[in-house]
């Protein structure tokens, strides 16, 4: 079932396979959009699809590989011929996947992992903002969402280079606000830590990181300090805020649903 919130919206969320990025494609499509559904994994693509037509909405599938800006620009370009323009975009994936680093000691990395934290936290938002923005220009107005972690507000030891570059996608979201919104663009953040349903799928990282020598590691000790649980319907309800209408007097910011982990400024 849905309602008219987001009727007649053309909504694209990237890394809508599976996890928050499908939160939100889900909740967009429950909106009344008609969401782009964007991954690398076709099959998963179409079961989520599936799940928003079961529920009466639309989707589509786009195959495209958020690292690649070939493939993002492209896809776009489908988008706009196929459904006429974009009106929002959602950019989640890469952050929490295989293709992420882990947290390490800043002693411990390669400088591999500094060029892939910078990809998968700050690249792929730039190169799906940047390949979307001229057809919202077109549209004369638009809404742009990116997902970024807590890392980013708060410094985090094993988080140095992933902190840096979601810093960085937050102090550019400040600076596109600015410039977007002569074109009627709005672009927020909303900054996470420890989803309960979307644990991280990427490899080891450093050792005492890891074991916290004994104590539970990393994410058991984020969850420990945690008030409440924090679910990917709980991030997808706050990026619905910044895509409807409600939030039309904010642009440039960074919403924090982190169950009290931390409480930046």
């Not at 890394?15 to 076709?42: C, D, P, S």
């Not at 988008?79 to 293709?99: C, K, Q, R």
């Not at 990917?232 to 007097?249: L, Q, R, Y």
Request: glycine share 10%; with cysteine; net charge neutral.
């Amino acid at each position: 079932m849905t309602n008219n919130t987001l009727s007649n919206k053309i909504a694209v969320v990237t890394g809508a396979t599976a996890f928050i990025g499908q939160a939100i494609a889900i909740k967009f499509a429950a909106l009344g959009a008609t969401v782009i559904v964007n991954g690398r994994n076709e099959a998963a693509g179409a079961e989520t699809v599936s799940q928003i037509e079961k529920m009466g909405g639309k989707a589509y599938f786009e195959k495209a590989d958020l690292t690649d800006p070939d493939q993002i620009t492209a896809m776009m370009k489908r988008i706009d011929e196929a459904h006429g323009g974009i009106d929002i975009l959602a950019v989640s994936g890469a952050g929490a996947s295989t293709d992420s680093t882990p947290f390490k000691f800043f002693k411990d990395m390669e400088l591999e992992d500094f060029n892939n934290c910078i990809s998968s936290h700050w690249l792929t938002r730039i190169y799906a903002v940047k390949a979307a923005y001229p057809f919202m220009v077109k549209r004369g107005s638009g809404k742009i969402v990116m997902i970024g972690t807590d890392a980013g507000r708060t410094a985090t030891v094993g988080e140095s280079m992933i902190g840096g570059a979601t810093s960085g996608m937050m102090q550019m979201t400040r600076a596109l606000a600015r410039e977007f919104g002569r074109d009627k663009i709005r672009i927020n953040t909303v900054a996470m830590s420890f989803i309960y349903d979307a644990v991280p799928r990427w490899g080891e990282g450093s050792e005492k990181l890891e074991s916290s020598e004994g104590k539970g590691g990393m994410i058991e000790n984020l969850k420990k300090r945690m008030l409440f649980e924090v679910h990917t319907t709980d991030i997808a309800e706050a990026v619905a805020f910044f895509a409807t209408p409600a939030s039309d007097a904010i642009t440039g910011q960074t919403l924090s649903v982190n169950g009290g982990l931390t409480t930046p400024g």
